[in-house]
């Protein structure tokens, strides 16, 4: 039986031997960034989203549950799983690549859009 | 499936904003192989190898405009005993017509220090990114430098799974 845990990649940032990025610069690029000091090493788990597969480090100090599509039973970010919940629908990315794929290779479809 | 290593020893990344040419040699981009090869991607890694100090905005996304006359990159399988693929994903970082990153389908902020950095993301089983086919926007994937910053030297690899 799969476990909710079994979903969750890794990240590693090392920068034992760098100097590694400050809070200013993450800040002044405009997104989001693990900030990780000279000398600072960050391990945390992470998950993709199944509907837009970006990659989200988990922050062990989050309350409010992570979200989660019950129909295809996989973690969302937040913000699909917001979509999900205005419209109660499941696009999972891979599902969607199984069904063009199929249509590719059938001919009923000839470009991805 | 078999998995193997798309890399770059050594190489420094040109940052450019989305939608923008990327610069040939200052990115690192994979194509998928025929327009129905499903491709995941099962890890991303970076070993900074800059002499100073280079703070990096890196991202993995999906590429909007796709490269065109490629020059192909490393590609090998992890196992020795892997067979040939009839129609292999195309590493590169030069192209005719260059890539330019989706706006919008960045998967993956790396954000590190090139000065002795090293950033691993490894996506679990069953939950890796996909690519399909070899066309924009699913069917090419990059890691290259955002605007910002001081990007510096360094090595990278992905390791992909292509079906």
């Not at chain 1, 900030?35 to 989050?62: D, Y």
């Not at chain 1, 599902?95 to 479809?109: C, I, M, P, T, V």
Request: hydrophobic letters at 35%.
């Amino acid at each position: 039986m799969q476990t909710k845990r079994s979903h969750e990649g890794y990240l590693l940032i090392d920068n034992r031997n760098s100097p590694g990025v400050t809070k200013e610069f993450v800040r002044s690029t405009g997104r989001h960034a693990p900030v990780v000091g000279e000398g600072a090493v960050l391990e945390a788990n992470t998950i993709t989203c199944a509907h837009c597969q970006r990659g989200v480090i988990l922050n062990p100090q989050r309350s409010h549950r992570r979200e989660w599509c019950s129909y295809c039973d996989h973690y969302l970010c937040d913000n699909c799983g917001l979509i999900k919940k205005i419209d109660g629908k499941c696009r999972n990315l891979n599902q969607l690549f199984d069904k063009l794929q199929e249509q590719l290779a059938s001919g009923e479809r000839t470009e991805h859009y | 499936m078999a998995r193997w290593s798309v890399n770059v020893p050594t190489w420094t990344p040109v940052a450019v904003a989305d939608t923008t040419n990327f610069t040939d040699a200052g990115h690192m981009s994979f194509q998928g192989g025929s327009s129905t090869q499903r491709i995941n991607v099962l890890e991303v890694y970076m070993g900074g190898q800059a002499g100073a100090s280079s703070p990096s905005i890196m991202l993995l996304a999906r590429d909007s405009t796709v490269g065109v006359t490629l020059s192909v990159g490393r590609f090998a399988a992890l196992d020795p005993a892997t067979a040939a693929l009839a129609a292999p994903p195309v590493a590169f970082n030069t192209a005719t017509t260059k890539p330019q990153r989706s706006a919008t389908l960045s998967l993956l902020n790396l954000s590190f220090n090139a000065f002795g950095g090293i950033v691993r993301w490894v996506y679990s089983p069953g939950e890796e990114v996909g690519m399909l086919g070899n066309t924009a926007s699913f069917g090419e994937m990059s890691l290259s430098a955002f605007t910002g910053g001081t990007p510096g030297l360094l090595g990278s690899h992905f390791i992909v799974e292509p079906f």
